[in-house]
């Protein structure tokens, strides 16, 4: 399976290259240039990796990650990825658990496994460096995937005076391969500056710069690949497909889903759910872009 840019410039790469460069050269996002259709009735995997080894398998057909995909769906689906049911007025509801990761952030699942990706991919003698932007956990769960992996340094960009206390010292607490750095501005501004450097080509041949923010799609299909196993589950025991509201900022959770869905797995309807920070919803429903600056809220992230 190739990849390519969503600005449609360039070649068509293979998913490791993908991986390893996150942003396509023309400043687009990689994206498959086709989907499988899973035919997850026949599928007799159980746990989190075993499912999730299933679901990514056509998109590493071409890879050299393609054999130690098990290996590497278990080292990032090893903590427990539970469902809860709520109490509700009137039909069924329940709460899918993200947060029993080493951080306590849903991105842990992605972090973990684009670090195992690209350490099982350098080759180089050089270092690679991530370069993340961060409005509070994506920083945290990167830091921790790959903290203390040879040949990998961490660079987290955040914007300082708007993650909370704990967050900040998530960020900030582990030293080593690991430097994080307070910005005065948005994460809208952290972004920039690392989607900037990327396109610099001074910079990326000095740093050899991978990102592992959600425009990596290192991080888009494992996050895709909890909603396939959670959908599956729920399927088996109803026969019914689930449903699901998604608190998103960038949107690259709730495209995950969505991924989940065009890949035939059994998803009814998806929402995003937002906060006071309402430029892309208000550009869905209107078609016109107008950025601005982010309110401070209690979900900060998104």
């Keep these: 399976m190739k990849f390519y840019s969503t600005r449609g410039n360039g070649e068509h790469v293979d998913l490791d290259d993908a991986l390893a460069m996150g942003l396509a050269p023309d400043g ?21 990796s075993e499912v999730a080894a299933i679901y990514l398998a056509p998109f590493f057909a071409e890879s050299k990650l393609r054999d130690s995909l098990p290996a590497i769906a278990a080292e990032t689906f ?52 991530i370069l993340v932007a961060t409005s509070g956990d994506t920083g945290g769960a990167v830091a921790a995937a790959f903290h203390g992996r040879p040949g990998v ?12 206390q704990r967050q900040q010292q998530q960020l900030t607490c582990w030293g080593g391969n690991v430097t994080a750095v307070a910005v005065r501005g948005s994460f809208d501004d952290c972004q920039r500056m690392v989607k900037a450097a990327f396109v610099d080509p001074t910079l990326a041949q000095q740093y050899h710069f991978s990102p592992a923010n959600s425009i990596n799609i290192g991080r888009l299909l494992p996050q895709s690949a909890y909603y396939a196993y959670t959908s599956l589950r729920h399927h088996r025991k109803t026969g019914r497909s689930l449903s699901f509201v998604i608190p998103t900022g960038n949107l690259g959770n709730g495209l995950a889903a969505v991924l989940a869905r065009a890949c035939g797995m059994p998803i009814g309807d998806i929402r995003f759910a937002t906060n006071a920070n309402r430029t892309l919803p208000d550009y869905f429903a209107s078609g016109e872009y107008e950025p601005r600056d982010s309110i401070a809220t209690l979900a900060s992230a998104m």
């Design 153 to 164: 340094r961490v660079v987290v960009l955040f914007p300082e005076g708007r993650v909370s």
């Design 28 to 48: 687009g996002l990689f994206v498959p240039e086709s989907l499988p259709n899973h035919d997850y009735r026949s599928w007799t995997a159980q746990s989190p």
């Design 78 to 129: 090893n903590f427990p990825l539970p469902v809860e049911p709520v109490s509700v007025a009137e039909g069924e509801a329940a709460v899918l658990e993200l947060f029993h990761g080493p951080t306590a952030a849903f991105k842990d699942v992605g972090a973990r496994f684009l670090a195992a990706c690209l350490t099982r991919l350098k080759t180089t003698d050089h270092d690679i460096t």
